[in-house]
């Protein structure tokens, strides 16, 4: 499977922005699909994720309520919609498959290349 990761950008502290992740060479059927996030100098962390049957999720608390992760069957796309942005949000995202034990760890098999956000004023 390959994930291409899309939609970073400069944003404004409180601002919004739209994360995607087209998946392609199979159908995600039962899979689970991660974003993840690296801050420079810092190590890759869990942001949220979907199982792709059942949508159910999972976020890291600094994000609940303000993240939202969905997914479009038609695109096998996975999308990770951003609000109230933080400075802090800063980092690089990826966007990741098959988890190879718990959800919230790095573990994936698959990863995308990663797309930049940047919060700033």
């Known amino acids: 499977v390959q994930l291409q990761a899309s939609g970073g950008g400069l944003v404004q502290p409180g601002g919004s922005l739209k994360l995607s992740c087209a998946a392609s060479g199979r159908t995600l059927g039962n899979s689970i699909i991660g974003w993840f996030r690296q801050a420079p100098g810092k190590e890759r962390e869990f942001v949220a994720a979907?199982?792709?049957?059942?949508?159910?999720?999972w976020y890291e608390n600094s994000v609940k309520g303000r993240f939202l992760i969905s997914r479009d069957n038609a695109k096998n796309t996975v999308y990770l919609q951003m609000n109230s942005l933080k400075p802090e949000d800063t980092a690089v995202y990826y966007c990741?498959?098959?988890?190879?034990?718990?959800?919230?760890?790095?573990?994936?098999?698959?990863w995308g290349q990663g797309t930049l956000v940047t919060v700033s004023s």
């Open positions: 979907i199982l792709w049957s059942s949508s159910n999720t």
């Open positions: 990741a498959t098959d988890p190879r034990g718990n959800v919230y760890s790095v573990n994936y098999n698959y």
